[in-house]
């Protein structure tokens, strides 16, 4: 059983650039992460966007959704940017598609020392693979809805809404 | 919901000593890295043993037992040595314990580079928190049930007996 | 023989910010990079500034001067941002120091996947070791007296102007 | 001018082996930590060895020696284990080559988390450039003669002899 893993940027990809002293995106990281996980001769990796999640509007959201709904494997792993990671979650969940798909991402890149984006990788991919349709955000160690779900901005944690 | 972590060793958890330039246990790396996960406030973290698991004998496997029998908390993740993860989960697995026991390792030291560590704790705890009641082990990217599983020491990776 | 290392910032001590999704400045690295390196005993850590290198003005270089001047120890090390260090050393070769002072830095932060930030300190503290008295940049594996280098901003490279 | 940088081993270039779960020698890291430090294009690598420098016998000693005898670069650092080092400096300072030859290497392997390797490479790389012919001892921040060298293996520190 296959997992499709879509890269779409955020923060979990972002690479420093020497020249301009910024965070911005090169290749994405997750060809070297999922060999360092051993698993990616169980994944397909699919790099569709490396934006970040700020700058996503609703053409970039469509595009996410008709990667979702072309997908030949029914178990997928979004890594996106936490700031609209609801937003797109929301896209997806509305759309109602008979798959598993869940959103993660990171507090810190996955290049940064100190980074959450390994283990969210991990949590997602056992997500992924353990629950039934529908679309979760993985983050902070926790399995959120789609629709029951809100970014603490202060405390950098996701949270349910109620 | 409250996770129980059970540290007992393991290739995960072990050290470079540069005195006799070998790999053995000092403090556990568990507590940073729950922070780095940024679930140490959701975790309880058990340091129980710090062994090879090619050092654990059936002594051992009873503690491991009794932590499990005794814990409040019914989501377990252990982590453990590789070699003889599978022992320890069968008699985890035939003790028939009413809760949720996840075994976990790594191929490479967490505090090595290129360490698949940190994406399996992820994947443990994931798992721990979404399957039901039994005695799993997580390892390259999936999880397997106690009774069904076995480490091919030639690849460096866990397959399914049948 | 003591080395006085003055840390003032620039990239060589930029942490990622997981609220703002910024490189700022924290605590120094320079403690951990110290015990690290194992010369945290012969060493004593002045934290001066943490300040980007572009955000100096004349009253900064004042400040770096004056802890020059007022320095015990007659080897100093400075770590400083890329993008200013040229005009901090021709602030302090022109006020003919009776001391060796080697300013260095890094195009890459400490805590970030590649840096070249221990290599860089490491370096610059052998030349700070072994030089005579003078004002001296340290980047890229080379030493560069004050008055006759210049950074290469498409490259990422220091260079000698003749 | 160009710095000849010899491999011969040691903890320096150590990688976990997840087979056996012993460190040994693969692919030295040389190139990779050249190219990180931004110095790949003024370096000329040379991988003479790959061995536990206890390993190391009058044989070895003697390539070392050649090595340094036909480099065409008269600036050379020896990447070495701590054990031997001081061995192999002393069949190289009797040999009175008319070059400059910096010994180094580390007390936690380059791969493993907390290494000093990156900055004793930095050190040795700038006692190379800027000391005059001579057989020399890079470690914990400091140079040392070949003639007037020990390890202290309990603190794990090289000092001078008298």
């Given amino acids: 059983m296959s997992l499709r ?10 690479h420093y650039d020497p020249q301009t002293g910024q965070l911005t995106f090169r290749d994405s990281v997750l ?15 699919e790099p569709l966007l490396a934006l970040d999640s700020l700058d996503m509007d609703d ?8 990667a979702c709904q072309r997908s030949p494997e029914d178990r997928i792993v979004i890594v996106h940017g936490t700031d609209t990671m609801g937003e797109t ?3 997806l969940g509305q759309a109602r598609i008979s798959k598993t798909i869940v959103l993660t991402g990171a507090m810190v890149p996955y290049l ?3 980074s959450d984006a390994f283990f969210n990788l991990g949590f997602a991919c ?6 039934g349709h529908g679309v979760y955000i993985a983050m902070n160690g926790q399995l959120f809805d789609w629709d ?3 970014k603490n901005h202060e405390l950098g944690r996701f949270e349910t809404l109620r």
Same sequence: chains 1, 2, 3, 4.
Avoid: S
């Fill in 126 to 131: 056992a997500a992924a693979r353990l629950v």
């Fill in 31 to 45: 060809p070297a992460a999922l060999q360092r996980a051993r698993i990616a001769q169980d994944c397909v990796l």
């Fill in 89 to 91: 979650a929301a896209v």
């Fill in 112 to 114: 940064v020392d100190g």
């Fill in 148 to 150: 029951n779900v809100t």
């Fill in 59 to 66: 053409r970039h959201r469509q595009q996410v959704l008709q």
């Fill in 5 to 14: 893993i879509i890269a779409t940027g955020g923060t979990f990809d972002k």
